[in-house]
T-cell receptor
Framework: DAGITQSPRHKVTETGTPVTLRCHQT?????MYWYRQDPGHGLRLIHY???????DKGEVSDGYSVSRSKTEDFLLTLESATSSQTSVYFC???????????FGPGTRLLVL | GDSVTQMEGPVTLSEEAFLTINCTYT??????LFWYVQYPGEGLQLLLK?????DKGSNKGFEATYRKETTSFHLEKGSVQVSDSAVYFC??????????????FGQGTRLTINP
């Protein structure tokens, strides 16, 4: 158990509404990541963070923003949700050394 | 850019059968390679990894060897169990910005083991 929680675990929302997903870690790791999982695509990186207030885009960042004001929390925001953002969202963390990422339990988001 | 290709699924086997899930990659440099497993309703768990050519990663009876000459990292297990039913993802580490190693994943292979 890498000490990662995600909230909410399930969410149903309507097109055009803002949505914020939270990733919380208890391990004080520097690096945090947001991925989305879709059939036929595996996991794709949305955004990542390499420190408090330090974030950068991944390969599928359009329509998403992130914030990290504390080491332990990494927030993913869908400014105006669309049906194409229906997916399962995973947060991951990585320590200062090594390359292994550890994943949270996921958030299943349905945009109607 | 870097990419990972896994064999198409789903794969269905009988208990005690031999398993191979193929994984090939395209990358610049010498990435580390990973196999992650996802059980139903859960997040991904690291199964095994290899950090340089000819390294063999192993865990829970699964093995994979980093083959630089064939750019492959095939997952094998000699005798599968029903409890191995899951989705398996091959991944490589791609790039490093401010130390934030990013992972590139294959599309996943769903494995079902019948008793």
């Amino acid at each position: 158990d890498a000490g990662i929680t995600q909230s909410p675990r399930h969410k149903v929302t309507e097109t055009g509404t803002p949505v914020t997903l939270r990733c919380h870690q208890t391990e004080n790791h520097r690096y945090m990541y947001w991925y989305r999982q879709d059939p036929g695509h595996g996991l794709r990186l949305i955004h990542y963070s390499y420190g408090v207030k330090d974030t950068d885009k991944g390969e599928v960042s359009d329509g998403y923003s992130v914030s990290r004001s504390k080491t332990e929390d990494f927030l993913l925001t869908l400014e105006s949700a669309t049906s194409s953002q229906t997916s399962v969202y995973f947060c991951a963390i990585k320590g200062n050394s090594g390359e292994t990422q550890y994943f949270g339990p996921g958030t299943r988001l349905l945009v109607l | 850019g870097d990419s990972v290709t896994q064999m198409e699924g789903p794969v269905t086997l009988s208990e005690e059968a031999f398993l191979t899930i193929n994984c090939t990659y395209t990358a610049t440099g010498y990435p580390s390679l990973f196999w992650y497993v996802q059980y139903p309703g859960e997040g991904l768990q690291l199964l095994l990894k290899a950090t340089k050519a000819d390294d063999k990663g192993s865990n829970k009876g699964f093995e994979a060897t980093y083959r630089k000459e064939t750019t492959s990292f095939h997952l094998e297990k000699g005798s599968v169990q029903v409890s191995d039913s899951a989705v398996y993802f091959c991944a490589l580490s791609s790039g490093r910005i401010q130390g934030a190693q990013k992972l590139v994943f294959g599309q996943g292979t769903r494995l079902t083991i019948n008793p």
